[in-house]
DNA sequence: ACTCTAATAGAAATTATTTTCGTTTAGCTC
DNA sequence: GAGCTAAACGAAAATAATTTCTATTAGAGT
């Protein structure tokens, strides 16, 4: 169960390509969520120059293809967290905002929402966004 | 129960400004969700001239003390719906995305997240984003 | 290994939002 | 209702993210 990046990679079929590659390695090798400008500075380390747009625009891709978690974070700014348990089932996450630590939550009350989606609405849910901002235990008082 | 902005306004500890009654008035007359530009094109209408700033400034002032709700679309851009029965209780909102109409859900997930919040990763929640975004009854098929 | 083509990358422009800072104003006090 | 002061406003600059369009490249087929 150790990453396999190019599968990872062909499975939601994109090309393999050798920034695709990097961008996975160097948010897996990150504790907590970061920043699209932080990928860039790490990127132009190992490949001297890259554009910011690639940067974006595979963060974007990897992360809408559930390979990466996207991370809107309350002041709207974007970040990206490479979830090492991504094999499970759905689920969400919570964001420590003192430490950048990513934890995992087992509940996810989306099924109950889309089920009133349904029933009382007559509505479909389309996506949803859920994200549960807070101080994590090594953090707190 | 009909709305009292400059009650509403005041007990935020905001000025009741022209801007703000109108920036209220103009929410308020709408059916869905609007965005700031929107808004801010609809106060020109009234005031000639008016900062985008200070539309965005204070949409987000009243937002963050929830007379209005902010509303983060999967787009990122950011849009804003004056809820009608806000005295209630903390609720959740179901956004049409065809239809830009906002209908108020009953269930809340976040009280069960917050508990295993709380007792799994004894951390604690500051605050949550919990956003639904699909088709409504008319406008789907 | 070589060719071909659709997918990807990058530069630059654009859009959306936020911040800064000098000017104006709401609303309290007299 | 005149004066005062903190809050609000507006213009312009800054920042974050996205789009566009041309150049480059991965990888399938040979």
């Not at 994109?14 to 990127?43: C, F, H, N």
Request: with cysteine.
């Amino acid at each position: 169960m150790t990453a396999d990046f190019p599968s990872s990679i062909r499975s939601l079929h994109l090309k393999v390509t050798p920034k695709r590659l990097a961008i996975l390695d160097i948010l897996a090798g990150e504790p907590g969520y970061v920043s699209p400008e932080k990928v860039w500075q790490k990127m132009k380390e190992r490949f001297g120059k890259i554009g910011l747009s690639t940067v974006y625009r595979n963060l974007e891709e990897l992360s809408e293809g559930g390979i990466i978690i996207k991370i809107v974070h309350p002041d709207r700014k974007l970040y990206y967290y490479f979830c090492h348990n991504l094999e499970g089932s759905h689920h969400h996450h919570f964001v420590c905002i003192s430490c950048r630590r990513v934890l995992d939550l087992n509940f996810c009350g989306l099924d109950e929402i889309e089920r009133e989606v349904k029933s009382n609405l007559k509505g479909s849910v389309v996506t949803h966004l859920l994200q549960v901002f807070g101080i994590c235990e090594r953090c707190g008082i």
